[in-house]
């Protein structure tokens, strides 16, 4: 009698237990878990529609998955992606600003109507800041930056919104851009030192943890900077550091607060070599950067292969891969001279 009790005991259990299973399995169908780039588990209850953040390189992730139109209801700094956004969104003036970078107006936030804030990791400390008014976020970009932090980035927002065949395109394309550079300079002995400076200040530095650093390498070339250490920002030197450095090759942004006749005029630079042989370049950024974390990088890539290699990578080859990115991404153009393309 007591042995039929304790087998109908250990019957009852493996019901419940099935039972619960089943259970586990249903509440988990149809929604999608993540898990972000600092290992939290992220659970949506359906594609997300509309997001937010202030952090241009993450939403920019987004903005490229959308084709411009879909998913951003909140901006950051507006003005710095302008001219590409402005291009190819029909009312991005109209886009609710929340802030900029570390600085968020939750209200605004509130009146977005968004279901997913998306920030990179130097912002984590911003996730109990959007829980708090009911939204769920994604740490979507590494301080670590290299290719795989865009692949990464791009993936995983393609899970949470339900575009990966969108994000696979992308990404695919960005591969293709790097192995053909590869095989472009795989060739290249004398590899030139090339010196990557900040926007905001021509005394800073790209160090090695950049994405600049690939960048240079896979166009043939290597980062003169060393002994610097750094993740997700310009470092900032000194003078005599850059002269010890003597890179021969010089890129800086497009939008830095400098230009390149500031830098060969001043007698301070005059003894490095870039300066002394005017191969200092204002990289392309007019529409947009083509030398940040973002899936624009495919560009930045095929400039600096013609910049250091211009017989191996011609200009009209730059203008071929940057049509078909733009026409893939935002089914558009743009001329030679609204890139800043010479």
Request: glycine share 8%; charged share 10%.
């Given at each position: 009698m007591f042995k039929k009790i304790r087998n109908v005991q250990l019957l009852i259990m493996?019901?419940?237990f099935l039972l619960a299973g089943s259970l586990s399995a249903l509440s988990a169908e149809g929604k999608i878990v993540l898990v972000d780039v600092i290992g939290r588990e992220v659970v949506l209850d359906q594609p997300a529609t509309k997001l937010v953040g202030t952090h241009n390189p993450t939403l920019n992730a987004?903005?490229?998955l959308g084709g411009g139109e879909k998913y951003i209801v909140?901006?950051?700094?507006?003005?710095?992606s302008r001219p590409l956004y402005e291009a190819v969104m029909d009312d991005y003036d109209g886009l609710v600003q929340i802030g900029k970078g570390g600085n968020i107006n939750f209200e605004a936030v509130l009146t977005t109507g968004a279901d997913l804030a998306i920030i990179p990791e130097r912002f984590k400390d911003q996730v109990e800041q959007f829980e708090k008014v009911g939204l769920n976020v994604l740490v979507a970009l590494p301080n670590e930056e290299s290719f795989d932090t865009i692949r990464q980035s791009l993936t995983l927002l393609g899970k949470a919104l339900g575009a990966e065949d969108r994000s696979d395109m992308i990404v695919g394309y960005m591969d293709e851009r790097i192995e053909k550079a590869k095989k472009i300079t795989s060739q290249i002995a004398d590899k030139k030192k090339v010196l990557f400076l900040g926007g905001s200040s021509a005394l800073s530095v790209a160090p090695a943890a950049m994405i600049q650093t690939q960048l240079i390498e896979v166009a043939g070339g290597e980062n003169a900077v060393s002994?610097?250490?750094g993740t997700g920002d310009f470092v900032q030197?000194?003078?005599?550091?850059?002269?010890?450095?003597?890179?021969?090759?010089?890129?800086?942004?497009?939008?830095?607060?400098y230009t390149d006749e500031d830098l060969i005029n001043d007698p301070a630079w005059s003894s490095i070599d870039a300066i002394k042989n005017k191969t200092i370049y204002a990289f392309p950024s007019l529409v947009e950067p083509w030398d940040q974390p973002t899936a624009a990088l495919s560009l930045g890539i095929a400039w600096a292969a013609h910049n250091l290699h211009p017989d191996l990578y011609t200009l009209d080859e730059i203008m071929a891969d940057v049509d078909e990115y733009y026409n893939m991404v935002y089914g558009k153009t743009f001329s030679r001279e609204q890139l800043g393309l010479e």
């Open positions: 493996m019901l419940v987004a903005v490229v909140g901006f950051g700094n507006k003005e710095m002994g610097i250490s030197v000194n003078i005599e550091q850059i002269i010890a450095w003597n890179p021969d090759v010089i890129w800086y942004p497009a939008y830095a607060s």
